[in-house]
T-cell receptor, first 111, second 114 residues
Framework: EAGVAQSPRYKIIEKRQSVAFWCNPI?????LYWYQQILGQGPKLLIQ????????DSQLPKDRFSAERLKGVDSTLKIQPAKLEDSAVYLC?????????FGSGTRLTVV | GENVEQHPSTLSVQEGDSAVIKCTYS??????FPWYKQELGKGPQLIID?????GEKKDQRIAVTLNKTAKHFSLHITETQPEDSAVYFC?????????????FGTGTQLKVEL
């Protein structure tokens, strides 16, 4: 089966600019997650969707981050405005009863 | 919420030796403990997992043990090879019908030297 697709792979922006990341999960996976992985740390959950509804967004900095999952398939994560500390890899994952799969991530550098 | 601690942060072994990475978790409700391998520029890849109703699981050169009472779990890699060099993460989760949020450890950089 095809894996979790993410784009872009890399993004460099200036602080206070906005940026968006896209994720296409494995077909049929109802649950989709966005994780933030800061260099040298483990991934940290930002938001979890079940179909197109939010299950957990308690760790999402809602003053600057937003996410949506249209029609229960693809998802976008947006940051506006970006701060230097948002520099990280943003990982998308999807899961079903058969397993949990991560994409390769988008590496964001805020300068 | 759940908190996962992982040790050591770096581990260097000779090819053919064994490697052990240890994790502790805080939430007794956690019932699923996966281990991930992450290579440079890639997302984490599941290598083995264990559920709380099992004490040990083995898959070829990789094994995981779980001590629910002490809230410890460990990854054991035997006969290490250079391709085992990567960052390894443990995680803990409470699996529900609506998916499961993973809480990760801080990672172990494993280097297998020739």
């Amino acid at each position: 089966e095809a894996g979790v697709a993410q784009s872009p792979r890399y993004k460099i922006i200036e602080k206070r600019q906005s940026v968006a990341f896209w994720c296409n999960p494995i077909s049929g996976h109802a649950t989709l997650y966005w994780y933030q992985q800061i260099l040298g740390q483990g991934p940290k959950l930002l938001i979890q969707f079940q179909n197109n509804g939010v299950v957990d967004d308690s760790q999402l900095p809602k003053d600057r981050f937003s996410a949506e999952r249209l029609k229960g398939v693809d998802s976008t994560l947006k940051i506006q405005p970006a701060k230097l500390e948002d520099s990280a890899v943003y990982l998308c994952a999807s899961s079903s009863h058969s397993g949990y799969t991560f994409g390769s991530g988008t590496r964001l550098t805020v300068v | 919420g759940e908190n996962v601690e992982q040790h050591p942060s770096t581990l260097s072994v000779q090819e053919g030796d064994s490697a052990v990475i240890k994790c502790t978790y805080s939430d007794s409700a956690s019932n699923y403990f996966p281990w991930y391998k992450q290579e440079l520029g890639k997302g984490p890849q599941l290598i083995i997992d264990i559920r709380s109703n099992v004490g040990e699981k083995k898959d070829q050169r990789i094994a995981v043990t779980l001590n629910k009472t002490a809230k410890h779990f460990s990854l054991h890699i035997t006969e290490t090879q250079p391709e085992d060099s990567a960052v390894y993460f443990c995680a803990a989760s409470w699996v529900t019908g609506g998916g499961n949020k993973l809480t990760f450890g801080t990672g172990t950089q494993l280097k297998v030297e020739l």
